[in-house]
């Protein structure tokens, strides 16, 4: 098996991908945006990673993830915001699986050094993922 070093290693550290660990052939492309209107902040985002089998491998064919995630924050007061953001991930290939994740935040500058905020996130997965040793499993969210 091959063995991965330096900061390769953080790309399968979740439940999500870990069972392409083996895959030699790794593509990733992302674009995004970002507009401020006034207090308000609008984002988007696309990526498409793509883990390509080898002899290594312990899957069968290509997984392609896709993500798509939506953003939007506004700015109270100059010590004051708050976000929400939402993520869709869909994989094809050796398994199928989705994930849908939802994030809410709030920020308050106390001063300059000292911050307060308050972060929730939803998670929620469907379909079926690889696990590190290339068994299928139920998929789960991070």
Known sequence: MRTWTSSS??????VVN?????ARPIQIAR???????GSLTLGLSYSNTQY?????STFSETEKFNSGAVMAAYQFTPASRAAFG??????DGAASASYDQFNIGYDYALSKLK????LAGY????GSTLNAAGRVIVAAAL
């Open 52 to 56: 390509g089998r080898d002899t290594l």
């Open 115 to 118: 911050d307060l905020y308050a």
């Open 86 to 91: 939402y993520n869709y991930t869909k994989s």
């Open 18 to 22: 870990q069972g392409y660990a083996p």
């Open 31 to 37: 674009a995004g945006a970002r507009y401020t209107l």
């Open 123 to 126: 998670q929620k997965s469907n």
């Open 9 to 14: 290693d953080s790309l399968f550290s979740t």
